[in-house]
Structure formats: C-alpha cells, structure tokens
C-alpha cells in the first residue's frame, strides 16, 4: 500500500489568501485523523472522522478553519483566511476503526503563511 | 486529566548508551500507550506499544516499562545508535468507545553522538 498521501507537501501563501490541504488515506482504513504539529504546542489533534463522519471537531481553533470528507479515500482541511500563526506542518492519519492506537501518518503538508 | 507530560524535552547519549524517556499520565481510563518514533520531514510513526495489562514489553533494543500505580510509563533504548536519532513522542488513549483519540506527550528530541 502507498500509505496516507498529502498534499501539497509544501505550501507558501500570503495572510488572507485560502489554504487547501488534501489527504488521502490507506485504502480500508476508516478512521481519518488531522492533526497540527508547531515546537510551540507539539501534536494537537484538530479533528477526526470515522466513516466519513466527523465526530471530534473540538480542536479546530476557530471558525476560520474546517475540514471535509466527501468519501472513504478523501479528505480536505481548509483555512480561510489564513493567518501567518497558522503556519505548522499538518498531519493526516489514518487507521482501522475498533484497533485502538495504531495511527499511519503522512509526511505532512508544511504551511507557511508570510 | 487529558494530559499526557514527556520528559526530558531533549536528551544527548552517546553511541552505546541507554535513552531514558518518561511519560505520565493522570486520566486512569487510559488503556493504551503507544510511541511514535519521528524523524525530520517524516510523519509520525509507531515503535512500540504497551497496554496497562503488563508491566514491560520489549522489542528489540526497545522496552516499554509500565508502572499502573504511579501512572508512568517510560521507553528504554538499550545500545542507541546515531541512527535512533529522531524526536520520540509517548501517547496514550482509553477505547473505542470514547472515540480512540490519540493524546501525545511534547515530545522528546534524542541525538546519539558517534
């Protein structure tokens, strides 16, 4: 399997303009996470889906934020506006429902926002 | 009571060494303790885990020892090698029923010297 697949891996924008990350996670899993890594505040989770569903939004910072998952093997966070205390490297993971822990990261989307 | 405390925040071993890493934790309903090993521009990923039911687990030059009565729970790396450089982050969770969500420690940054 080709893992869970992120993109971009890298991402350069201007305060206020509309971030878009993508995720893909490993086919059968079906448990999404995203989460936020910064030196600052480590690894936050944002939020979590379990079969497409969001259960767990109670990490998204704020209403500038949000996150979809159209289908099994789509997912997409959003940021508009952004703001440059929004630069991070975002994670996706994902993992088989009912197996407790065992979370498969991506390599990130690293934001910077000037 | 979510919280989940890693110490130390940087840790330098010289090659041969044992790494020392602590975590604890206050939420009792904890149930699973997984560590992710990560290494610059990479994801996240598991190396090792342990539930409450035993005390030790060991694979490989990595042991997991797990003390229930003081909520502590430390990773030992026997023989480090410069390879095992990398930031290590404990973690834990409490089942399925309250959603399996992943809370990380700060995490560590280990350097094995040559």
């Known amino acids: 399997d080709a893992g869970v697949i992120q993109s971009p891996r890298h991402e350069v924008t201007e305060m206020g303009q509309e971030v878009t990350l993508r995720c893909k996670p490993i086919?059968?899993?079906?448990?999404l996470f995203w989460y936020r890594q910064t030196m600052m505040r480590g690894l936050e989770l944002l939020i979590y889906?379990?079969?497409?569903?969001?259960?767990?939004d109670s990490g998204m910072p704020e209403d500038r934020f949000s996150a979809k998952m159209p289908n099994a093997s789509f997912s997409t966070l959003k940021i508009q506006p952004s703001e440059p205390r929004d630069s991070a490297v975002y994670f996706c993971?994902?993992?088989?429902?009912?197996?407790?822990?065992?979370?498969?990261f991506g390599e990130g989307s690293r934001l910077t926002v000037l | 009571q979510q919280q989940v405390k890693q110490s130390p925040q940087s840790l330098i071993v010289q090659k041969g060494g044992i790494s020392i890493i602590n975590c604890a934790y206050e939420?009792?309903?904890?149930?699973?303790f997984p560590w992710y090993q990560q290494f610059p521009g990479k994801g996240p990923a598991l190396l090792i885990a342990?539930?409450?039911?035993?005390s030790e687990k060991k694979e490989g030059r990595f042991t997991i020892s797990f003390n229930k009565s003081a909520k502590q729970f430390s990773l030992h790396i026997m023989d480090s090698q410069p390879g095992d450089s990398a930031t290590y982050f404990c973690?834990?969770?409490?089942?399925?029923?309250?959603?399996?969500?992943?809370?990380f420690g700060e995490g560590t940054q280990l350097t094995v010297n040559p």
């Open positions: 993971a994902s993992r088989l429902q009912g197996y407790t822990g065992e979370l498969f």
């Open positions: 086919s059968g899993h079906n448990s």
């Open positions: 889906f379990n079969n497409n569903v969001p259960i767990d």
């Open positions: 939420n009792t309903a904890f149930d699973y």
């Open positions: 342990i539930r409450p039911d035993v």
């Open positions: 973690a834990a969770s409490r089942g399925e029923t309250s959603g399996s969500r992943l809370t």
